[in-house]
Nanobody, 126 residues
Framework: QVQVVESGGGSVQAGGSLRLSCAAS???????MGWFRQAPGKQREGVAG????????YYVDSVKGRFTISQDNAKNTMYLQMNSLKPEDTAMYYC????????????????????WGRGTQVTVSS
């Protein structure tokens, strides 16, 4: 049974940092992983992702230069380092794994992932 588990959320002040972790288990390998977030009353938004075939990382414009994806293959874990956090980053953050990949649009489209975690809350106060 595939499991995707996020951790590392919390409450910080604007300008602070958090590192989210996403641990996946129950399958041999995944071709991609992504981070999404959803604020109350808003649609789920793709934030960042990685395609393991080339190691290419992708970021939505609003987080470029502030968020960084990294991975630990030995632990089958992906990380999202979030720096210079802003109040508008406040949301539930979800990790997703595996699915079709033909380009960047398959990183940011939530319908293109097979497995999801339950989320971890990030709250940034001003």
């Amino acid at each position: 049974q595939v499991q995707v588990v996020e951790s590392g959320g919390g409450s910080v002040q604007a300008g602070g940092s958090l590192r989210l972790s996403c641990a996946a288990s129950g399958y041999t390998s995944s071709n991609k992983m992504g981070w999404f977030r959803q604020a109350p009353g808003k649609q789920r938004e793709g934030v960042a992702g990685i395609y393991f075939g080339t190691g290419t990382t992708y970021y939505v414009d609003s987080v470029k230069g502030r968020f960084t994806i990294s991975q630990d293959n030995a632990k089958n874990t992906m990380y999202l380092q979030m720096n210079s956090l802003k109040p508008e980053d406040t949301a539930m953050y979800y990790c997703a794994a595996d699915g079709p990949f033909r380009g960047a649009f398959d990183i940011f489209d939530p319908s293109r992932y097979n497995y999801w975690g339950r989320g971890t809350q990030v709250t940034v106060s001003s």
